[in-house]
């Protein structure tokens, strides 16, 4: 290492604490910067030392190797922050903003196009990766741009708009390229009641945990639908509710979601994703991608998006 080491780093830090999973082996070199600064200096570091970086959110659609992670992770769930102009509907966010706090936040502002986002867990900035969606709503629909570094050249952000993002279902380019969203700005429609909107969001917050196992670890979703089937009644219908491997158990309240009872390992869950791939595979044909990003090594053949 030439460089000194920057403020915050940690090694040998357990992923499985900053995985809403639970699971997961330690990250080499681990740091959660408090300023953009603080997260300019430690990539820095990383590119100076030839070691790998990535930048993680909440951690709630990973799927992190028991071998754990070389080089650098970083969370930025403490750069959080957010301005909304009731006026004009614009949102100004830090990327390590909760987009469910963002999604209250702005139904009390009287601004609508978030109220779908209060029952994902994950951070603005991981909601720009991943365009996260629900009841219909997505990030796509509502994000403006975003401001990213090239973790090679971290003293140099720079601006994406919507229709450079490459917005699909559940994809953004930024899946590809290996850029790390620092703020998103979104435009939502000013005007609206408050009231009626802070109804609309705690309806759709209570209509997801009464029919989705918000009690146990997990990482939503596991499957991407192969529209215009949904992936859950698929799984369902083969009666695979309740398959386990280990800790790892396909949900018995949603089939969709793959649940840690407790001491689960990342390749046992890895196993599991693998065994009903291969079950609807073999019944219908159809090959289930996961939503889900896995990182770090795994044994397995399961297939990924
Ligand atoms: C109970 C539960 C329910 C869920 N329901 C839904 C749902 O309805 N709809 C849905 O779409 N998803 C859902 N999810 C999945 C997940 O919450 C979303 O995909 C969310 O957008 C992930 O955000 P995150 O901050 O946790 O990202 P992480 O899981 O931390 O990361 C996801 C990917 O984005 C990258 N990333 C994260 N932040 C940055 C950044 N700042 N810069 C660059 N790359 C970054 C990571 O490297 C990784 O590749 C659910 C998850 C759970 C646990």
Excluded at 179 to 195: C, E, I, N, S, Y
Aim: proline share 6%; net charge negative; with cysteine.
């Amino acid at each position: 290492m030439n460089a000194p080491a920057p403020l915050g780093l940690r090694r040998a830090v357990a992923l499985a604490d900053y995985t809403t999973w639970r699971v997961g082996g330690a990250a080499q070199w681990f740091a959660e910067p408090d300023s953009l600064e603080q997260l300019q200096a430690l990539l820095a570091w990383a590119h100076g030392a030839s070691l790998p970086a990535r930048v993680i959110g909440a951690g709630s659609n990973l799927l992190v190797s028991d071998a754990g992670l070389e080089g650098l992770t970083l969370c930025n769930r403490r750069l959080q922050g957010a301005e909304l102009d009731a006026g004009s509907g614009v949102i100004e966010a830090q990327a390590g903003e909760p987009i469910p706090t963002l999604a209250r936040r702005a139904a009390r502002a009287g601004l609508s196009g978030l109220e779908w986002a209060v029952g994902i867990p994950g951070t603005v900035g991981g909601a720009a990766v991943m365009n996260a969606g629900a009841q219909g709503g997505c990030t796509a629909e509502v994000l403006e741009s975003v401001t990213v570094i090239d973790p090679r050249r971290p003293d140099h952000p720079f601006e994406l708009t919507n229709s450079e993002l490459d917005f699909a279902y559940r994809h953004s380019r930024l899946q590809q390229e290996e850029l790390v969203v620092l703020a998103a700005r979104f435009r939502l429609q000013a005007g609206h009641d408050p009231a009626e909107l802070s109804r609309r969001t705690s309806g759709n917050l209570h209509s997801r945990t009464s029919t989705q196992p918000y009690q146990q670890p997990s990482c939503g979703s596991v499957f991407r639908n192969p529209e215009p089937q949904k992936a859950g009644q698929l799984i369902e219908a083969l009666g695979l509710k309740g398959l386990s491997i280990g800790g790892a158990q396909v949900s018995p309240i949603h089939a969709n979601f793959i649940v840690n009872t407790g001491g689960a390992t990342a390749s046992e869950i890895d196993q599991l994703i693998s065994a009903v791939q291969e079950r609807v595979q073999a019944a219908h044909g159809l090959a289930l991608h996961t939503e889900v990003k896995r990182l770090g090594p795994f044994e397995g053949l399961a297939l990924a998006a």
